[in-house]
């Protein structure tokens, strides 16, 4: 089938479904952008508009190829709950800290270098390592691991583990509760998991993940700030915290093994009911599964994705504090404060057309205005708070915050920049000679000995266009552009 993307502006633009009763997706994206979504990720976003109970659809500029529904979509629903698009990495999430180092104190490349030594004895890499392969990591029991899982970055679990505990105010949510809105119902579904499902006897093994980043597209990066010149972004960057040409350090990453095991075992749960009870699948997609809200199967999954949630929060926090003490053992008197800790991979409860539904965010963050009603009472209620979206290290990542445009996208940005290249084909395509140079050129340091071919800059799109896309859409305006000095990454296969 050949879609037509319909231009309403010069980066918006509709995508009509089979069915002409449909609201059609929304699309964000310049015209060069929109020509980078491929025929597979245009299917998808469909069979996910098409899908039972599903009201909107948004397609922002890094959309491509997901898990059922496209990385980059906005998908929302005051019914149905769908684990696909929100992933198999639930809650994976940006976090940003603000250190009290001035740019030119980390100039001298053997300051960089030992800092990234630091920072790798406290936080390990790669899809399958944990705190054993980190000697300076947090040693976490099972009894604190069992209260992370239901708390989240509360205040016990945060002075446990070394975390200053007003970072949790900085956070787009600090914690998760189960599907009757308690603590509780995660409780007995944790049980449940350690007794006879798919934790038993495997707890500890998978705790021993926190405060790491694991692998693919996951990263820890050194950046300077660079603030934009005007007086909205100098009122925001007051707010958030952040200083002008300062170091800081923003981190990539989710819930690691714990997050796979509960999304994993929930795909498997729901795909054999589906066979079992003959339902047909949005576009015959296995990976479309849903369960209507209230039924026994959507009450689980919304359990177990806030479990899963609630330790990728406390994995954030830790690895942020794990950072400050690196940089404190390296320029001693270091300070630093959490600007902000936002996920790209969840499902919320919000009002959306004046309805509550879940919005499902798939490859796509949160952006609420100043002035929102979600807002009200905190730090950030005039000037919105910080949209973090990583670019790449040789072009920069950028911190945003939205404009009243972005109700279009039901308040939501991309997440980043977006693959351009699958892995396979840019570890086929791509020359590792010129990659290296390329970072050697831009003097940014990295913990690998060769920079993986499937996380090069040139394997993603184009930054600048997509940043473009979203300025000119409307959904959001530039505070500050964050240039990468050192990066802590891995060669493995991503989590998500």
Aim: net charge negative; aromatic share 6%; proline share 5%.
């Amino acid at each position: 089938m050949a879609y037509e993307l319909i231009s309403t502006g010069e980066a918006t633009a509709i995508l009509p479904t089979t069915d002409s009763n449909t609201k059609p997706i929304t699309v964000i994206g310049t015209h060069a952008i929109r020509s980078t979504f491929d025929e597979g990720c245009l299917k998808q976003a469909v069979n996910s508009r098409l899908a039972p109970g599903v009201t909107d659809l948004v397609l922002n500029p890094d959309a491509h190829c997901g898990y059922g529904a496209p990385v980059g979509c906005v998908m929302v629903s005051p019914t149905h709950i769908y684990p696909g698009p929100v992933g198999v990495d639930i809650k994976c999430s940006m976090s940003l800290l603000q250190l009290s180092v001035p740019a030119e104190e980390i100039s001298d490349r053997r300051i960089r270098r030992a800092l990234i030594n630091a920072i790798c004895e406290r936080t390990p890499t790669g899809a399958g390592r944990g705190q054993q392969s980190a000697p300076k990591s947090r040693r976490v029991d099972e009894t604190l691991g069992r209260q992370l899982m239901l708390e989240g970055a509360s205040e016990s679990v945060c002075n446990q583990l070394g975390i200053p505990p007003e970072w949790a105010e900085r956070c787009e949510d600090s914690f998760h509760v189960g599907h009757d809105d308690t603590r509780d119902a995660l409780g007995a579904r944790l049980d449940r998991h350690m007794e006879v499902g798919i934790f038993r006897h495997k707890f500890p093994g998978k705790m021993k993940q926190l405060g790491s980043y694991g692998g693919g597209n996951h990263f820890g990066e050194c950046e300077v700030v660079h603030l934009e010149d005007n007086e909205r972004a100098r009122k925001a960057a007051e707010v958030f915290g952040m200083k002008d040409n300062q170091v800081a350090f923003l981190s990539h990453c989710g819930s690691r093994g714990i997050g796979h095991n509960l999304a994993d075992g929930q795909f498997k749960s729901l795909q054999s009911k589906f066979a079992k009870w003959d339902i047909p699948l949005p576009g015959s997609d296995r990976e479309l599964v849903y369960a209507p809200l209230g039924t026994e199967e959507a009450n689980a999954y919304l359990d177990d994705m806030a479990l899963g949630a609630n330790f990728a929060t406390a994995n954030h926090m830790l690895i942020n504090a794990l950072v400050l003490e690196a940089f404190q053992e390296i320029i001693p008197g270091t300070t630093g404060q959490l600007v902000y800790f936002i996920s790209h991979n969840i499902a919320r409860k919000e009002v959306v057309n004046n309805n509550v539904a879940w919005v499902h965010r798939k490859g796509a963050t949160r952006a609420f205005p100043g002035g929102h009603h979600s807002l009200k009472g905190t730090r950030y209620e005039s000037t919105g708070h910080p949209i973090l979206l990583p670019g790449n290290p040789q072009a920069g990542s950028s911190v945003m915050v939205a404009d009243e445009g972005a109700s279009i996208s039901c308040y939501s940005v991309n997440h980043g920049a977006g693959r351009a290249l699958g892995r396979k084909r840019a570890i086929r395509e791509l020359d590792q000679k010129s990659i290296d140079q390329s970072f050697e050129e831009h003097d940014i340091l990295s913990n690998c000995r060769q920079y993986p071919k499937d996380e090069a800059p040139a394997a993603y799109k184009d930054f600048n266009e997509v940043l473009r896309s979203v300025k000119s859409a409307g959904l959001a305006t530039e505070v500050a552009r964050l240039k990468a000095r050192f990066v802590i990454k891995d060669g493995d296969q991503a989590d998500d």
